[in-house]
């Protein structure tokens, strides 16, 4: 029953802070940022943020240090729109499956490439 509960709970984090970086947050150094997961611990206490930032190694890192300064207000924005009695902590990782999946696509399409030259 506890998994199911985290999970919507993570659910709705997940779509709340999306809607909060893109319209609610004016600061310059975050980016085009993408929130494509949530963890949250089981007794609702941390959730990591996995985060997708399009750009540079400085862009990320910009975007993560912008978002780190402006967690107070997020809780508390979240706090607002969902009705829990403890919002939980939250942590920014940044998420790199979505460059390793593009990655390994090149170098199939690379392989691919190869095989077909070497007929």
Known sequence: MAKIRTGR???Q???E????????LKDPRIGFITVTGVDLTNDLSQ??????????????NSS???LDKANGYLRSE???RIRLRHI???IFKIDESIAYGSR???????????????F
């Open 17 to 24: 802070l999306s809607q909060l970086i893109q319209t609610e």
């Open 64 to 66: 993560l240090k912008a």
């Open 78 to 80: 979240l706090g607002k």
């Open 9 to 11: 709970v993570g659910e």
């Open 13 to 15: 984090i997940k779509k």
């Open 47 to 60: 959730a990591k943020i996995y985060l997708s930032v399009l750009g540079d190694e400085e862009q990320k």
């Open 88 to 90: 939980p902590e939250l």
């Open 104 to 118: 390994i696509e090149k170098l199939l399409s690379d392989i691919d490439k190869d095989e077909k030259y070497n």
